[in-house]
């Protein structure tokens, strides 16, 4: 049973004042970063500091403890992990699906269709032109018109498929700069996630709550989202590993960064930025080798009416080339001027099989990029709502920090009243105290 001090109380009212100082600085922090990416609002946990065992005051005595005052027990980061894994799961998606969205855009835009000059129109003039042919098979414009709109329906086959290829190549090489090279994006992520799991754990391990930095962690991990599904376990000692993607190894072990030797490593479907920019890759070579399998019908088909010489030389969209010249084209299978058989065969092609199967890939194109589109826009909202519900609790809201610093200021004046009491009190208890009659 402890004997009490005169001076105990003093003591008390000073955890009071000391604590209402520690809740008031960290309201200051919590104002500080209002604005400051990735913060997240701290908190200071308070609990009754350890009583005494002190002998009864009343005439039945006894014992009882005697309260001393508050301990601040520790200053805590107002975080969910839910929301973070709900946020970290959405936003892996909506990387992926914006990604993917803006590659198939940039497809439909090389198409350019409907227009005057793509490949549709081009269709179309050379099936007039032979039209024109089979009307007039013995004029020499006519002939001439003929070649002239073969030669710019080939261009258009070409250019439209380097279009689609600078599409994918562009989609490449973003992958690569974000995976390969001595300061790629993921790499220095892992790098930036292996320094900080150093620092946590020293400071977790001297009792230290290094909250400022586990924010700057939690937003590596954010942004690492967004490039690929990422999966997170915190280890007993405070540091974390990171699963990246389909990788096989982990991005981040602890303190270890995954070595050069094995990353970066092959994946096959990542999600995230990464997974868009290989399903762009994937899903216009799809376009492409529709665009060639158009190509190669026109060459089989017009080379099969109009008979040797072949009026196509080629076999898909980038080697497709005109053989004859206006004086070898073929117009019809007789040797009369008049004959027209073979130009009224091709002419007679329009609104055929290869045209159907054009239309076919603009119309995939197009609702491909509508999807995605759709499916961005989906994921827009969706990281939007999880984002509002995770910033509800760890985002900073300027009014409750006023209101709290009022109330910490109260606090902290009422706790200084109190010590002005007891100093009065011990003032009378030393300095008056015997003076009776002197």
Known sequence: MAQISSFNGLQTSLRGLLAHQRMLDVASHNISNADTEGYTRQQVVTTAAAGILV??????????????????????????????????????????????????????????????????????????????????????????????????????????????????????SEYAALTTGPSNQVGEYAKQLAELNDRIG????????????????????????????????????????VAFGDATNPLVDGSTQTSTANWPQTLTNPGGK???????????????????????????????????????????STSIAVNVTAASLRAGSGTTPESNDFATAIAGMRDGSIDTAYGTLVGTVGADTAAAQAQ?????????DVEARRQAVAGVSLDEEMAGLIQFQRGYQASARTMSAMDQMLDTLINRTGTVGL
């Open 55 to 172: 002998q009864g005051a009343s005439s039945l005595g006894g014992t009882n403890w005697l309260g001393q005052g508050v301990d601040v027990a520790s200053y805590r980061r107002l975080r969910d992990d839910y929301l973070d894994v709900s946020m970290r799961a959405q936003n892996m998606l909506l990387g992926q699906r914006t990604t993917l969205a803006a590659g198939l855009s940039r497809a439909d835009d090389a198409l350019n269709e409907p227009s005057t000059t793509g490949l549709s129109a081009q269709l179309d003039k050379f099936w007039s032109s032979f039209q024109t042919l089979a009307n007039n098979p013995s004029d020499s414009s006519a002939r001439i018109t003929v070649i002239a709109s073969a030669k710019a329906l080939t261009t258009s086959f070409s250019d439209l498929d380097a279009r689609l290829a600078t599409v994918q190549n562009d989609a490449a």
């Open 202 to 241: 020293l400071a977790q391990a001297a009792g230290q709550q290094p909250n400022d930095m586990l924010d700057q962690r939690d937003l590596i991990l954010d942004k690492l989202s967004g490039l690929a599904q990422i999966s997170v376990t915190t280890n007993p000692n405070g540091k974390i590993s």
């Open 274 to 316: 990464l997974g868009g920019l290989l399903g762009v890759q994937a899903t216009v070579q799809g376009y492409r080798t529709q665009l060639d399998g158009v190509a190669s019908s026109l060459i089989t088909g017009v080379n099969a009416v109009h008979g040797a010489p072949p009026f196509f030389t080629g076999t898909g």
């Open 376 to 384: 961005r826009d989906l994921s827009t909202t969706l990281v939007s």
